[in-house]
């Protein structure tokens, strides 16, 4: 007998028995009030599900919610409302996309094997999980009913990674050009190779020409001129015309805070490099000065004033950018990101994403580019896309994401949009958990590296 049998034969028996499936894992106990079935899917990745005694017949299934979720306070809040929650981790697929999608779909049948069938099963997640969940939307539309991508790389992957080499070309070229720290083809040595960036752009930033380019990398890069303190609390928003303030944002977001995009830059791209095989970026016949001139209006002054103080011709480093040797992508690698996924804005079922405005991660810029294809395929009025106003990478409040969660199943229940007005949301918010929510009404920016 195989080993999918006998485990599908155990559970048949369990759930026939009228046992809850607590005893499906001794490490990670079921819910109150709920029912749990947990095991691996084909490729060995984990999956976990709770469905309450009262179900709604909505079902969640979030990439990493096998890692932990369980206990979270979102998960309680939702088995309260009646959601069946679950989902899968990412240990497996890592950064292979495509395969991370592909289980959200076998997670979902072995969720229906198990309590049967949904009636509306919702792609949701935050992170990677939200780029998952809108890869899910599109590539199983027909297993699907809707999607609630979180903080995700809405810009696809290789539109994402084209961004994160901008950022960190820019940073080389014109602080550290002699320095071996490496833009692409990440070391083995990978948590060496993050403290050696992160120390080499703070060095930088105590000097006034150090902050001057760490700003305009930021600028090109689209980061936020926002981000948490290094020991993750929250910094106060500053004020358009506070150059200081915009500048020590963007630093924060950059090297500073408890997850530092340079951090992540090398981490990730490591691990995709050695999946796809080589590098997939690239920034040959890119305009750096195009870049600039298209960011926000409070970093194009903070750039040039403290380029102004620090003595330092910002047209100069311009050209200095525009003559610097550029990057080449190897065109297998890029096949590889375009499996896991590049977005073709084609919706077929409700999307409705959520981005904080401060995220230094999944930057906000990369919202408006799939907003962009969604208006270009006609097909925009399957999404609402909100934003909230926050610094770091998904850092919501529980309610925040409650409210989102329950506008989308109103949106299937009636067939048609409620209200995702933010103060609509933020009322939601503060019903669900008791704390004031903070979406806001927000014009992203143009993303930079759209891609194709």
């Not at 994403?353 to 408006?368: F, H, K, L, P, Y």
Request: aromatic residues 8%; positive net charge.
């Amino acid at each position: 007998m195989s080993r999918r049998l006998r485990g599908g034969l155990a559970l048949a028996i369990v759930l026939a028995a009228g046992v809850p499936t607590a005893a499906y894992s001794a490490e990670q106990p079921c819910a109150a009030a709920a029912r749990c079935t947990a095991g691996q899917l084909a490729d060995g990745t984990p999956y976990t599900f709770a469905k309450p005694a009262r179900w709604n017949g909505a079902v969640l299934v979030d990439l990493d919610f096998a890692a932990g979720g369980l206990t979270s306070p979102l998960t309680a809040s939702l088995l309260g409302r009646g959601y069946a929650v679950g989902g899968t981790t990412r240990t497996i697929s890592s950064w292979n996309i495509a395969r991370a999608i592909d289980n959200q779909a076998e997670a979902l049948g072995r969720f229906e094997a198990a309590f049967g069938r949904a009636r509306y099963a919702i792609a949701e997640g935050r992170s990677m999980g939200g780029m998952v969940a809108a890869g899910v939307a599109q590539v199983y539309p027909g297993r699907f009913a809707a999607a609630i991508p979180m903080c995700g790389g809405l810009g696809g992957a290789v539109g994402q990674w084209n961004q994160k080499l901008d950022t960190v070309f820019t940073l080389k070229t014109l602080l550290f050009p002699d320095a071996a720290l490496p833009v692409t083809g990440i070391p083995a040595d990978v948590p060496g190779t993050q403290q050696q960036w992160l120390t080499a752009v703070a060095s930088a930033q105590s000097s006034a020409a150090g902050k001057a380019r760490i700003a305009l990398a930021a600028a090109i890069g689209q980061l936020p001129g926002w981000g948490l303190a290094p020991d993750g609390s929250p910094t106060p928003v500053p004020a358009g015309h506070d150059v200081d303030g915009v500048e020590q944002g963007m630093y924060l977001a950059l090297a500073g805070g408890p997850l530092p995009y340079l951090g992540q830059a090398v981490s990730s791209r490591r691990t995709i490099e050695q999946l796809a095989g080589g590098n997939p970026s690239w920034n040959t016949g890119v305009d750096y000065a195009r870049q600039f001139a298209a960011a926000a209006p409070e970093q194009r002054n903070a750039v040039r004033r403290l380029y102004e103080r620090a003595g330092l011709d910002l047209p100069a480093d311009l050209g200095r950018l525009a003559a610097a040797p550029r990057v080449a992508a190897d065109p297998a690698a890029v096949r590889y990101l375009e499996r896991g996924i590049v977005f073709t804005g084609e919706l077929r079922i409700p999307v409705l994403t959520v981005n904080g405005t401060g995220d230094q991660i999944s930057t906000v810029a990369q919202q408006q580019s799939y907003g962009s294809l969604a208006r270009r395929t006609g097909t925009e009025s399957r999404l609402r896309q909100t934003y909230v106003r926050t610094a770091g990478h998904c850092t919501y409040t529980t309610g925040e994401q409650q409210a989102a969660i329950d506008r989308m199943l109103t949106r299937l229940r009636t067939g048609h949009w409620p209200d995702t007005a933010p103060r609509t949301m933020n009322a939601l918010s503060a019903a669900a958990d008791g704390v004031p929510g903070r979406y806001l009404s927000y014009v992203p920016p143009r993303f930079n590296r759209p891609y194709p």
